[in-house]
């Protein structure tokens, strides 16, 4: 089995936050934001070793239960051309 890093995100609902809208990725964001966990649970990406960099996007409902719902994430993609992958 290739060696895998994890990330983590609780369910999050924010209270207040300011969008901004910028020009590129690089000034594009929010700030501020305040509120509350609604679930321990929440989303985890996944990243191994690959002869090719690619980026699945899958929701899973139940465990083992798991659905691919995209092939593409802009922001991923952005951040990896960013740092070289």
Do not use: Q, W
């Amino acid at each position: 089995m290739a060696p895998a890093a994890i990330g983590f995100c609780p369910g999050h609902i924010s209270g207040y936050f300011r969008r901004v809208d910028g020009d590129t990725p690089e000034n594009t964001g929010s700030c501020g934001g305040g509120g509350i966990v609604i679930d321990k649970g929440g989303v985890y990406a996944t990243v191994t070793p690959a002869d090719r960099t690619s980026v699945s996007v899958c929701l899973e409902h139940r465990p083992g239960e798991e659905i691919s719902i995209g092939h593409t994430s802009p922001p991923i993609e952005y951040a990896l051309k960013k740092l070289g992958g």
